[in-house]
């Protein structure tokens, strides 16, 4: 019974986290993110990006400007020029110590765009920085959308493609599926540039790069820490372990 009940969790629980990822893609295979929270430019890079391209209309609403400027290594100074654009309900310029909340009306959210564009706080962690990843390199054309655009990772996707002028406009490139059962369908394999964009192929991939990085990094900023503070643990272990097996030495010395 025991090793039935071993057997189960052996197969299902792989299998749930496969169903997981099948969901959250649309079907689209994902990339993989070659996230690197220790890689400093780019989650600087990354902070920069969001607050120009993503918080006109998603907020970061446990996020304090003053701790990305800690962890990530910006002065209050470069942080008042570089990363906050936003003001209170004052009208003035947000303060370091102030949270990564936006201004945007949700009625007016819900006019513009049908729906309110989600807080991306935790979005590293609900979605996966694969999907992630892949979701902001697969916008395409997509003349039945209000916006023009549509997704591969998020079918039907309600955000407008704020990345274009970079990225350039792209088509889906499709294959015919075949069920086995005379259905076919089509299903997206690949993209191809249809007008260029600022950047090419590899810049482009860079600052989504950027961006999953640094959303991956503010849906657990303690990571930072931890991975610091870890390299002390394991060095006091190590040190303590040493010692602890001179004393023993020591007081056994004598018994033999
Ligand atoms: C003009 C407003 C606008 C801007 C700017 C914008 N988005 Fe969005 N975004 C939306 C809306 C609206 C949705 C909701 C789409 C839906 O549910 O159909 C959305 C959805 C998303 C989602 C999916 C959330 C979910 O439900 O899983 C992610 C991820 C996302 N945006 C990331 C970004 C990033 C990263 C940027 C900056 C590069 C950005 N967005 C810029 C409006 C915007």
């Not at 997704?151 to 309600?158: K, T």
Request: hydrophobic share 40%; proline share 4%; with cysteine.
């Amino acid at each position: 019974m025991k090793k039935l009940i071993i057997l189960l969790f052996a197969v299902l629980l792989p299998l749930s986290f496969w169903a997981q990822t099948q969901a959250a893609g649309g079907g689209y295979p994902l990339d993989n993110a070659d996230v690197d929270l220790g890689d400093r430019p780019s989650l600087q890079r990354g902070a920069k990006y969001y607050v120009n391209y993503c918080m006109g209309c998603h907020a970061l609403g446990y996020q304090r400007f003053n701790r990305v400027g800690k962890d990530l290594g910006l002065t209050d100074k470069e942080l008042l020029e570089n990363l906050i654009f936003t003001s209170n309900k004052k009208g003035e310029q947000k303060k370091v110590g102030d949270l990564m909340t936006i201004a945007m009306d949700t009625d007016y959210a819900e006019a513009a765009f049908g729906v309110v564009p989600p807080d991306l706080n935790l979005i590293a962690r609900s979605r996966g920085a694969d999907w992630l990843y892949t979701y902001l390199r697969t916008f395409y054309k997509d003349d039945s959308r209000a916006f023009g655009a549509n997704n591969a990772a998020f079918p039907l996707v309600g955000m407008p493609n704020v990345l274009q002028h970079l990225q350039g406009e792209q088509q889906p490139v499709y294959e015919e599926h075949d069920d086995g059962h005379g259905h076919t369908s089509k299903v997206i394999t690949g993209f191809e540039i249809i007008k260029e964009g600022e950047l090419n192929v590899e810049e482009f991939d860079q600052v989504a790069l950027d961006i999953t990085n640094f959303l991956v990094y503010s849906g657990e900023p303690a990571k930072m820490v931890r991975g610091k503070l870890g390299f002390w643990v394991l060095l006091f272990l190590g040190l303590f372990g040493w010692l602890a097996y001179q004393l023993k030495k020591e007081y056994w010395k004598d018994v033999h």
